[in-house]
């Protein structure tokens, strides 16, 4: 009878777990209902990635069909003028994968990806499991309203830039893009 009460006990407590604990991966995630602040987390349709934002996401195909490319933007209006949360979606080619995992040509990549009047004002690399990334700030010269903080990952087989686009320099160093990055 002991043994029937401890093996009882112990599949309480796993039920228990199963129905209280969030064990899901924040990707598998479903989208969850808006906190009080308005931040809510957003899972794109095809679960490649969460993300917790201040609006509502829109996917838009900014690729040719055969390699499809999305990208996922929203805005928002703060005090430091209109600014927005941008996720875009890349899958990649076996040989852009080999070479990214080279930490100084993915750090290359990502200079080179801004045109030559957005100055690169900061860039950190940072190691995630499986995968590479960086974090960057972009100043652009010929256009105050198009300043940049985000970051590049490549995690599997795909890229995914991360942005925060604002008017305000000031705003790229502010709690709401910590909180989104």
Not at 119 to 125: M, N
Request: with cysteine; aromatic share 12%; proline share 6%.
């Amino acid at each position: 009878m002991k043994f029937f009460s401890s093996s009882f006990s112990v599949v309480l407590v796993t039920m228990t777990c199963f129905l209280t604990c969030r064990t899901a991966s924040p990707e598998l995630a479903p989208n969850e209902p808006k906190k009080a602040d308005g931040w809510h987390v957003y899972t794109a349709p095809d679960r490649s990635f969460s993300v917790e934002v201040p609006c509502e996401p829109v996917q838009k195909n900014v690729s040719a069909p055969s390699t499809p490319y999305y990208e996922y933007s929203c805005g928002v209006e703060d005090d430091s003028g209109f600014s927005f949360f941008i996720v875009t979606v890349l899958k990649m080619l076996d040989e852009e994968k080999a070479r990214m995992r080279d930490e100084t040509a993915f750090q290359r990549s990502v200079k080179d990806s801004f045109t030559p009047n957005k100055r690169v004002a900061k860039l950190i690399p940072f190691k995630i499991e499986n995968g590479i990334g960086c974090e960057f700030v972009v100043i652009n010269s010929k256009d105050e309203m198009d300043n940049l903080r985000g970051r590049v990952i490549i995690f599997g087989s795909r890229r995914y830039d991360v942005g925060f686009v604002s008017s305000a320099v000031k705003a790229l160093e502010s709690t709401i893009v910590d909180r989104f990055l």
